[in-house]
């Protein structure tokens, strides 16, 4: 049987050698022929991939802090790196004990401070001797450290904030404190961040697995099939996986989102091609030969439906705050090896489902769509007047949002521990924001008048610098080496300051501006000020500048894919009005409902949005375009609808389920955020692809059935030709003048000179 079967494709390689040498065969069939006799060699590859991608995927790592991706340029990142060849950065937390007295206080202290990794412990011991009992301590002196049976303490730790011995120290202090200890702060965020998102990942892929499994169960018409579509996917987004070790390091965010998008946005193209394959299987055609006639059918529909999508990630390539970047690279290389795996892999998985596939036939499942589609005709006009008043006072309100866009936005959001314990923390002794500023080690007396200004702001909680810290009179070498090298070296100092506010608000704002204004005063050269607040600043200046460029190149390609698509200015423009309109709605919804945005989830979704669901409208255009060759303009919309429908539908309800899943499950703001949006976005897209298009494809039906594109090449190429003819006949003209004049008693200059005119 194996080798009928091998003989079989041998003939039908010769036949379109054969037709390939009259130039009948088209570059795709070619390509499928090529796939259909190369199968089994294409899946060994693409099994040496997948395993080669288990492995390199636990060589990726993923980082967790937002900092990272800031520019080079940018001050706190100049600062930081300076900070950290210097001093070292270190991790910072902060800590209350409930339910103690001072001295029992003390004693935590004790213990916490000698866990290894933990640096130092700021508390009110430095500067009042909690031995003397409270009846003969001020309590004004150390109520921002005790109080009501409440301790709180600042701690810094060896390493920095994502370090592994740091993540260990902060395990063991909690072993120490038990149920009497709250924990906030950067190190505390990302290890709880790390925790999260790596178990509750697991549950979104799951959930989201059983309910897109779900989705095309009702969809297909064979039991199977939505096993052919799950693994042909699980084989790309493994393939994604995997070569992200070429990228070496991408973000929590890019990690655990792309899988999801990457199974909703591409699924598509498995669909289109097993329907392909199903109608010229109905044929009477071959198994091989139905599958070259799907490839060679589906090949264009896959290609632009990708392209859209890859354009659309690729804008987030284009800002400054790279973790764009690292989201942009990550999810268009998804996309393209998705169109590899479809392409290559997935007419070799369909060949040999195609027993299952008939043997697990089922009835359909979805309607015809007819009235639906009537429906849909008849309030046309009111669907486009509907969008047309929401469409402004949407595009508005998107723009008064109100965002977040440092780290705690995200790892100490709403819903996770951190959150909770900074709200405990908070009520009973306000907020703690520790920034450190460094500068030239010049002179101590410029050094003390500035941290005693600094200390004079009222809301500084405290600051600690060699100047204040050092007895008068002490020179710095009676201190041990371990004391001052964490506040001086050989040519810079540095300065602890925290002051009460959160790490990201107007007022933190205000304070580190006036901080460095303070800084810059004293050291008008190389002075940095560091910490969260400084790097959320530089983020959100970086970020929302990011905001217009993408958006614009994002629009950009979109339009020109469309534009070659379709061989048409105009269609672009029509296939993109619904989409654009149901983004300004999407990102409107936030402000109308109060809600504050991380603001990273704003500027990648736009892009997302469009790029994965324009889809839709390039389908339903594609088909009133088809039908509109046989029909009148009616039934052309109405046969249109009808046949998009289904795929839209399973699309579309694939993209809405993933983002709402992510968006239900995750605790982390950012991703949270971002399935939302990515949810309700598709929602939109669907509704007013299926209700609003329509209206616009009837409306300029004699723009898009006249196709411009042709008419402009056929002016251009007459143009072309008039002035080839007008050049021929000018040349002639000097020609014959050229001639007349040599036979002229001219000077032969004069004759030359003529003759340089030809």
């Not at 289109?272 to 055609?285: I, T, Y």
């Not at 936005?409 to 009520?427: K, P």
């Not at 002051?499 to 933190?508: G, H, L, M, P, Y």
């Amino acid at each position: 049987m194996g080798q009928r079967l091998f003989d079989r494709i041998k003939n039908r390689l010769h036949r379109v050698k054969g037709q390939e040498a009259a130039g009948t065969v088209s570059p795709a069939a070619r390509l499928a022929g090529f796939i259909i006799h190369k199968k089994g060699w294409i899946e060994s590859v693409f099994v040496a991939g997948c395993i080669f991608s288990l492995i390199a995927m636990l060589f990726v790592n993923v980082n967790y802090d937002l900092t990272e991706y800031l520019p080079a340029t940018a001050q706190s990142c100049i600062g930081l790196d300076q900070m950290e060849a210097e001093f070292g950065y270190p991790g910072t937390a902060r800590l209350m004990i409930k339910d103690v007295s001072l001295y029992e206080a003390k004693q935590y202290k004790d213990k916490l401070e000698a866990v290894d990794g933990v640096d130092q412990i700021l508390w009110c011991d430095s500067t009042v001797n909690v031995y003397a009992g409270e009846d003969f301590i001020n309590q004004k002196d150390i109520e921002d450290y005790y109080k009501d049976g409440c301790a709180v303490m600042d701690i810094t730790f060896d390493e920095g904030d994502t370090a592994k011995k740091t993540s260990q120290a902060i395990d063991e202090m909690k072993a120490i404190t038990g149920g009497k200890g709250y924990y906030v702060g950067m190190a505390v965020q990302n290890k709880s961040l790390t925790e999260n998102v790596e178990s509750e990942m697991n549950l979104i892929l799951t959930v989201a697995v059983i309910m897109i499994f779900a989705v095309l169960c009702l969809t297909t018409s064979a039991w199977s099939e939505p096993f052919l579509f799950l693994l042909v996917m699980g084989v790309a987004i493994l393939l994604n996986r995997g070569t992200n070790i070429f990228i070496g390091t991408v973000s929590f965010l890019t990690n655990n989102v792309a899988m999801v998008l990457q199974l909703a946005t591409s699924m598509d193209y498995s669909i289109f091609l097993l329907d392909a394959f199903s109608r010229e299987k109905q044929k009477g055609l071959s198994e091989e030969q139905a599958m070259i006639n799907a490839i060679d059918a589906a090949i264009n529909s896959i290609f632009a439906s990708s392209l859209t999508t890859v354009v659309g990630f690729l804008a987030l390539v284009s800002m400054k705050f790279t973790i764009g970047f690292d989201m942009g690279l990550v999810l268009a290389k998804g996309i393209v090896f998705s169109l590899i795996t479809v392409l290559f892999f997935m007419p070799a998985m369909i060949l040999k489902f195609s027993r299952w596939n008939d043997k697990t036939r089922h009835r359909p499942f979805l309607p015809s769509f007819r009235k639906f589609s009537e429906w849909v005709y008849r309030v046309r006009y009111a669907s486009l007047i509907i969008m047309l008043i929401l469409a402004p006072p949407a595009y508005v309100a998107q723009g008064m949002n109100d965002f977040l866009y440092g780290n705690s936005a995200v790892g100490a959001s709403e819903g996770t521990q951190v959150y909770a314990d900074d709200q405990i923390i908070s009520r009973e002794f306000g907020r703690s924001n520790m920034m450190l500023a460094m500068y030239p080690n010049t002179s101590a007396v410029t050094e003390k008048e500035m941290s005693d200004e600094i200390e004079d702001l009222p809301y500084v909680k405290s600051v600690t610098s060699m100047s204040n810290t050092l007895p008068e009179g002490i020179p710095e070498e009676f201190l041990p080496y371990s004391v001052t090298s964490e506040l001086h070296t050989k040519d810079y100092c540095r300065m602890l300051i925290y002051i009460r506010t959160k790490t990201e608000s107007d007022q933190a704002f205000k304070g580190a501006d006036e901080i460095r204004d303070i800084l810059e005063r004293y050291y008008p050269e190389n002075s940095y000020l560091v910490g969260e607040t400084p790097s959320t600043q530089d983020i959100k200046t970086t970020i929302t500048a990011d905001n217009s460029r993408v958006n614009l190149l994002s629009m950009l390609g979109v339009f020109l894919v469309v534009m070659f698509s379709f061989r048409s200015f105009a269609i672009p423009m029509i296939v993109m009005v619904p989409i654009e309109a149901a983004i300004f709605l999407n990102m409107a919804m936030p402000y109308l409902a109060g809600d504050t945005m991380v603001f990273m989830g704003y500027i990648i979704v736009s892009s997302i949005q469009l790029g994965a669901t324009v889809d839709y409208s390039i389908l339903l255009t594609n088909n009133y375009v088809s039908c509109r060759k046989s029909l009148e303009k009616k039934e052309a919309c109405i046969q249109a609808l009808m046949l998009s429908c289904p795929s839209i539908f399973t699309s579309g309800t694939i993209i809405i389920l993933a983002g709402y899943i992510i968006h239900f499950i995750s605790t982390t703001a950012a991703i949270g955020d971002l399935g939302h949006l990515i949810g309700r976005g598709a929602l939109f897209s669907v509704i007013l692809v299926l209700t609003v298009l329509p209206a616009l494809l009837v409306l300029f039906d004699r723009i898009i059935t006249s196709n411009e594109w042709d008419r402009l090449q056929k002016y251009l190429k007459r143009r072309h030709e008039k002035r080839k003819a007008l050049i021929k006949a000018g040349i002639g003209t000097i020609v014959n003048k050229a001639s007349a004049l040599k036979r002229t008693d001219l000077e032969p200059a004069e004759v030359e000179s003529d003759e340089n005119e030809i």
